[in-house]
């Protein structure tokens, strides 16, 4: 037996004993693949003009959720899903009720937990920060202690609430901390991180290193790939080429699927925030699951 036949009997061995972790999130019947998710936000300019026809692509796209944004005011979104068989878990929603809350009982976000409920939703997730709640680490202890209080409300409700992240998070402030540093502190068992994979890495940050790290505290990911080349770390805005179908980037999506069955993430979201053609966007980057 020659050394090179020698390697590849020996490599399909091991494989056979021991599957790998990548084996593993290459497996047809993969959860995440199976039901994976689309940030509607994605089809925002799409779903403006045609919000019935743009659901039908996505659902003729093979995606089999979808996360809606701009929670409550979503009616046009629901009808649709429901018309067309798209399943909606999870929303991004009006984040102020819950950062910059208007009383004591946070009102609004009562609101909010009502309609996500009459709708079906079990996950919310608070999408952003102003530049006013996030430039100091208290100000962003400040946040945590109202995510924690709106945490225990949406948990009566049945629902779980989660922080997305962006970039600007792991800018080092005061004694080099940051404000992510901040929220894995603060943040109570109630609360946990809706893990946006592109804006961890923009922000210096390798996806599976944060993700191990917070086993057990992620609820959802949204999936999408970088521009190779793409200067990092970068704490501030990106250029719309650098967002990239999955596949077509500088991150490898089958080590961050692998890793969220190892940390008991609940869903997988497909996102990309900008796209000269978005239909097409979404067709390449689930094409690209789907290939694995």
Known sequence: MNR???????????????????????????TYRKNIGLQLYTLRKELGKDTPGTIKAVVDAGYKQGEMFGFPNCDKMIKAAKDSGLELHSS???????????????????????????????????????????KTLDDYKKVAENCNKAAIKAKAAGIQLAYHNHAFEFEPKEDGKTGFDVFTAEFSEDMKFEVDVFW?????????????????????????????????PNYGSVPNEAFKELGNGMIPVEPIIDAAKDIGVAICHVEQDQSPDAIASINQSIAHLKSL
């Open 200 to 232: 961890v890495k923009v922000g210096g940050v390798e996806p599976v290193d944060l993700m191990m790290k917070l086993k057990g505290r992620i609820s959802q990911l949204h999936l999408k790939d970088l521009m190779k080349g793409t200067k990092l």
């Open 92 to 134: 991004h929603f009006e984040w102020d009720s819950v950062v910059n809350p208007k009383d004591e009982g946070m009102s609004e976000f009562m609101k909010t937990l009502d309609k996500a409920k009459e709708t079906g939703l079990s996950h919310l997730v608070i999408p952003y920060l102003m530049d006013k709640n996030r």
């Open 4 to 30: 090179r036949h020698f390697l590849r009997s020996s490599t399909a061995a091991a494989l056979l004993a021991a599957p790998s972790r990548t084996l593993l999130a290459l497996e047809a019947d993969n």
